[in-house]
């Protein structure tokens, strides 16, 4: 595992941006790393208002990330990410780290 910082990508983080305008308050994702999933290990992904007293927070153009630092020990190097495209609009994270994932992409193993 490395310790390489992680990133927000210029889309994800216009992403969070709306989806806070939309909500009328400033909210945050929060990236986890949960036990679990087809591969071992499974991404999730929350909106929140507030940051844990532990979560690292990655900040681009005006918009923020929190990863707790468990799961910052499976992301580093990672991009957190928001592609959309013809079939589904979605939050990913392209993380160095994982050696194969599942066809769906939420599901990885290192």
Do not use: H, W
């Amino acid at each position: 595992m490395t310790d390489i910082a992680v990133t927000l990508s210029e889309p994800a983080a216009r992403r969070i941006r709306a989806i806070g305008e939309t909500e009328g308050r400033p909210l945050m994702l929060r990236v986890a790393v949960d036990g679990g999933g087809c591969s071992g290990f499974q991404y999730r992904f929350d909106l929140v208002e507030a940051a844990e007293d532990e979560d690292l927070r990655i900040e681009r153009d005006g918009a923020a990330a929190l990863i707790d630092p468990v799961s910052l020990a499976l992301l580093g190097g990672s991009v957190i990410d928001f592609v959309d495209e013809l079939a589904s609009a979605e939050f990913r994270v392209r993380n160095p780290n994982a050696k194969s994932s599942c066809g769906c992409g939420v599901s990885f193993s290192i």
